[in-house]
């Protein structure tokens, strides 16, 4: 008598639920070594980009004999002049401007007429052969690291066009020039003018308060100004849009590379400067808006004024500001911001 047998075939419940299980797991064990592969690689990039804008930054200075000025103030008033000051003119050309020529930038260089016109004409939406507002949406992938995920444009308060309104439609960078590791007083924590320069106020920045960074307002540094060392000092460093959580998430705006809004000096030149006196990375909103920051795990990448580029982890020694005394030079992260503190840093140190 002759009986049938029933071949099976698939899975039953049970293997099915194993199988996928054991994928679960594989997968849970790749996917963090895809994303750290990733962001290696974005790393990578960013490093590259900062290498790029050294190298152009001694070009620069090679062809001026000169870095450019951090930015430019047109016209230049002579003495305080109260709630107007430079209120048409307040947005100036930074270096980052400048610099486009020696990026491979030369066409965008001209299309703006940097140096030609002030960047507050080039502001102005009236369709003439002046109007620039549309040239400085054309973002430079140069002064963009891969691993910031915010907008390629600004969608935040930027630029100010005579009488108004705010343009808003800016290309944005992630590098900004180093101005200074001090504070000029509680509320300023960056500083355009240099020491005895006019300013907004009736008393200008003093000794202990003048930028000690390679850049500054109306002045351009040479290589010879930097006391400390070419290769002890940071010239550049990178600053993200936003970070944080899902649930509580930290504008840092980045910066833009064309010009910066300088109608209140000590707050608004943070488009283009950033500063020591806040620490790394730091989850305070207004810190963040004027120092540095990254998505890079534990630090940010930073160019010194040598053409290197060095990660900076974000608990290097730094004294937040305020201190005893807050005008001092005194951690490590400050004497890399500074030109000339002339103070030894230790090997190790970073």
């Not at 009236?126 to 910031?148: N, R």
């Not at 020694?317 to 000339?340: A, Q």
Request: aromatic share 8%; proline share 6%; with cysteine.
């Amino acid at each position: 008598m002759n009986t049938k047998r029933t071949i099976r075939k698939g899975f039953t419940l049970v293997e099915l639920l194993v199988v996928i299980a054991i994928i679960g797991v594989l997968v849970g064990l790749l996917l963090p070594a895809v994303q750290a592969a990733r962001e290696a690689a974005r790393r990578m990039q960013c490093s590259n980009h900062l290498k790029q804008i050294g190298l152009g930054l001694h070009n620069y200075h090679s062809t001026y004999q000169s870095l450019p000025p951090g930015y430019i103030r047109y016209p230049k008033p002579t003495a305080h002049a109260g709630p107007s000051f430079n209120n048409n003119t307040r947005s100036q050309w930074a270096w980052g401007a400048f610099l486009l020529p020696q990026l491979e930038e030369g066409a965008l260089f001209d299309e703006l007429r940097v140096g030609q016109i002030p960047l507050s004409t080039a502001l102005t939406a009236d369709g003439s052969i002046l109007d620039k507002t549309e040239a400085i949406k054309k973002s430079v992938a140069t002064f963009v690291c891969p691993s910031d995920d915010g907008p390629m444009v600004h969608i935040s308060n930027q630029l100010y066009a005579p009488g108004g309104p705010w343009i808003t439609a800016v290309a944005k960078s992630n590098y900004l020039g180093v101005n200074t590791t001090r504070r000029w007083h509680s509320g300023g924590r960056l500083t355009g003018p240099d020491q005895g320069e006019f300013s907004q106020w009736t008393i200008p920045p003093g000794p202990t308060t003048a930028p000690n960074g390679i850049f500054l307002r109306d002045k351009a540094i040479k290589f010879r100004d930097v006391l400390d060392g070419l290769s002890n000092t940071i010239a550049v460093a990178e600053r993200v849009y936003s970070q944080g959580t899902p649930t509580r998430v930290i504008d840092c705006y980045a910066g833009i590379f064309v010009g910066t809004d300088s109608g209140n000096e000590q707050l608004t030149i943070r488009k283009t400067f950033g500063g020591f006196s806040s620490p790394i990375n730091s989850i305070s909103g207004t810190e963040c808006q004027y120092g540095f920051s990254s998505h890079h795990p534990g630090g940010i990448m930073t160019l010194f004024a040598d053409g290197s580029v060095h990660f900076i982890t974000d608990s290097i020694e730094h004294i937040r500001f305020p201190t005893t005394n807050n005008r001092d030079v005194d951690s490590v992260l400050e004497k890399l911001g500074s030109r000339n503190d002339r103070l030894v840093i230790d090997e190790d140190a970073f």
